[in-house]
Every structure is written in structure tokens, then in C-alpha cells.
């Protein structure tokens, strides 16, 4: 691919395809290209694109003569911040998982060694089995911020697994709807982000022992699915936006709600609303766009 080529590239509906014209870029893009790469950057609304098309603008801004700051010189900047967060989440998480997860498997085996016959009852048992979980969580996050792989779904099924995977009884959940509706999406990360959304409903009922409903569809724009729980409610407060590891929950990590946006955020800039539910209990709204590849 060459440069013309991949300028003309990064206006495609394929959001693939804008992001391997974007990588190529890196290497190809000259100083001109700038303020046409700043302009896309702008509007672009695939995170991973957003985060290739901000490198290639760093890499040009090295180059460019110093001056004072334009709107979208510090729409860049901003953009380059943003995604250089979501990037040192993404890379950090996967050196730690990969560097602990073998080391702590050879502890919890020598640790029950040494100890013996009361190894599952010890403090080194419930320590070595949170980082055992932390590393889990770690994980999906991950898992959640790959690219989307899409595919034709029937949301129904969608629905049903996420239940089973978040261990919700059948007494204790309610449906909008029972009709099939078929849309394309991510079955994984779909997945991802419905179970943590149902765990996080289940939760909240423990107190009130209430029931989950959960309904689905589709539009012209989007598809969606919807969680309301007869729980306590949202604490005052409360932000969806509060940073990864804050929870109030005893024995949580507080990244339940982070693995659902990033999720999302890799479907299309999918997006996710919590809101307090009238009567009582919370409603957790999920909306993905129908890809346009």
C-alpha cells in the first residue's frame, strides 16, 4: 500500500482497513499529511484507528515547526492522551498476567506442599487465590480490548449463556422479550460485557433477594440489550466513569464495569448506561452500531 493509497484508504467504511492504512502511515506520512490525518483523527470513532492515527500525528508533530497550539493541534493532544491511557492499561496488564501467572501457579503448588493438610484453610491459601483472581480479571480485560470479529447472533442465545456463565437461577430472572433476533456482533466480547452487567445485578439483589429482567432488540442505528435489577440501587454518587479497581463491594476488584466499557468501546464505540430505576434496583443499558464492513 502506498501513501496516496493509504490516505484514500482511511475514509473506507471498513474499519479494518482505515486501521492498516493508519499503521502504514507511520512510516509513509509526510509532514503535509498533518492537518488531513488531524482532521480524521477527529472524527473517527474506532478506538484502535483513533489510537493509530494519534501515533502517526506524534511521529509528523516531531517534525513540524514549533508554534502556538490550534483547537485541533490540542484535539490531539487530548486524543493522544486518552488513548495512551487505554494503551498502558492494555500492555501493562498483559506483562503482568504473563510474568505472575506461572509464578503463582508454582507458589500455590509449593505453598500446599510446605504446608500440608490445612493449606485450604490458611491466610497463604485466600492470599495466593486473589492474585489467582486478580490475574483472572486481568484477563478478560484483555479479552475485551481486542478488535471486534463480527458475526450473525441471535441475542436470545446471547442472553441465555451470559445467565448460565453469571450463575443467575432461573427463579430469579424475568424477560422482556422471548423473540429470536438476529444481529451482527462480537459473540465473545458480547458475552464479556453481559455476564459482568449480570453479575453486577445479581449483587445488587442479595440484600433484597429481588429478580433481574432482561430485554433485547435491534434498530436502523444500533442494537441493545437491557439489565434491570430489583436491587438496593446506585449508591449516591454513584459514576460509571469511576477509574478501574474503586468498589464499595467487599472481596471485588472494581473492574467489572471497566471490562463492559472497553468491551463496548471495541464494538464500534459501543456505549453503556447505568441509571438508577424508578420504584428501586438499577438499569444498565447496552448499545453497539451495526458494523458498516
Not at 85 to 105: A, D, P, W, Y
Not at 203 to 223: I, L
Amino acid at each position: 500500500m502506498t501513501r496516496e493509497e493509504a490516505l484514500a484508504a482511511l475514509t473506507s467504511l471498513s474499519a479494518v482497513t482505515r486501521l492498516q492504512a493508519a499503521r502504514k502511515l507511520f512510516s509513509t506520512a509526510e509532514p503535509e499529511d498533518f492537518p488531513v490525518l488531524n482532521d480524521l483523527l477527529g472524527k473517527e470513532k474506532d478506538a484502535y484507528v483513533r489510537r493509530a492515527l494519534a501515533r502517526v500525528c506524534l511521529h509528523l508533530g516531531d517534525n513540524l515547526p514549533t508554534a502556538e497550539p490550534t483547537t485541533s493541534e490540542q484535539l490531539v493532544d487530548s486524543v493522544l492522551r486518552e488513548e495512551i491511557r487505554t494503551q498502558v492499561v492494555e500492555e501493562m496488564s498483559k506483562v503482568i498476567s504473563h510474568e505472575l501467572e506461572n509464578t503463582v501457579g508454582f507458589l500455590d503448588v509449593h505453598a500446599q506442599a510446605d504446608i500440608g493438610e490445612g493449606y485450604e484453610q490458611s491466610r497463604t491459601h485466600a492470599d495466593v487465590r486473589r492474585i489467582i483472581d486478580f490475574l483472572g480479571v486481568l484477563d478478560r480485560l484483555n479479552n475485551a480490548a481486542r478488535p471486534a470479529t463480527y458475526e450473525e447472533l441471535d441475542l436470545s442465545d446471547i442472553v441465555a449463556s451470559s445467565l448460565r456463565a453469571a450463575h443467575i437461577p432461573s427463579e430469579r430472572t424475568l424477560f422482556g422479550t422471548t423473540e429470536t433476533v438476529v444481529v451482527r456482533g462480537d459473540e465473545k466480547l458480547l458475552k464479556l460485557a453481559l455476564t459482568n452487567v449480570l453479575l453486577n445485578a445479581i449483587q445488587a439483589c442479595e440484600e433484597t433477594k429481588g429478580r433481574v429482567t432482561v430485554n433485547w432488540g435491534t434498530t436502523d442505528r444500533d442494537s441493545w440489550i437491557i439489565v434491570w435489577d430489583e436491587g438496593s440501587g446506585l449508591k449516591q454518587g454513584y459514576d460509571a466513569s469511576t477509574k478501574p479497581g474503586t468498589t464499595t463491594k467487599p472481596g471485588h476488584f472494581g473492574w467489572g464495569l471497566t471490562i463492559v466499557l472497553r468491551a463496548l468501546a471495541s464494538m464500534g464505540s459501543g456505549q453503556f448506561d447505568l441509571r438508577p430505576r424508578s420504584g428501586g434496583g438499577a438499569i444498565a443499558e447496552l448499545r453497539w452500531p451495526h458494523p458498516t464492513d
